[in-house]
Nanobody, 123 residues
Framework: QVQVVESGGGSVQPGGSLTISCAAS????????IGWFRQAPGKEREAVSC????????YYADSVKGRFNISRDNAKPTVYLEMNDLKHEDTAVYYC????????????????WGQGNQVTVSS
């Protein structure tokens, strides 16, 4: 049974940092590309970042480029999203998603999704 569980969300002040995690089980993690997506209140879900199964390809949305870092540890198996210099507009529910093979920033490409994790940036 495939399970995808996010953790590490919470509240942080503007300019602060937060790392969220996504632990997966029930399949061969090494074969899967991982994506992070987010959805703010009243807005559509959008892509944040993704990392391929081979570590070779990493992509970021323009809105987070230079501030967020995605990484994965296939031994755990877990994927991380390190978020720095957080802004009010980063407030959203963050979702981890998996697809077999290469990662993309397209929501429709993903098969398995976590339950979401709230990140709030507030002063």
């Amino acid at each position: 049974q495939v399970q995808v569980v996010e953790s590490g969300g919470g509240s942080v002040q503007p300019g602060g940092s937060l790392t969220i995690s996504c632990a997966a089980s029930g399949f061969t993690f090494d074969y899967y590309g991982i994506g992070w997506f987010r959805q703010a209140p009243g807005k559509e879900r959008e892509a944040v970042s993704c990392i391929s199964n081979s570590y070779r390809a990493i992509y970021y949305a323009d809105s987070v480029k230079g501030r967020f870092n995605i990484s994965r540890d296939n031994a755990k198996p877990t994927v991380y999203l390190e978020m720095n210099d957080l802004k009010h507009e980063d407030t959203a529910v963050y979702y981890c998603a998996l697809r077999e093979g290469a990662a993309t920033l397209l929501i429709g490409d993903y098969t398995y999704w976590g339950q979401g994790n709230q990140v709030t940036v507030s002063s």
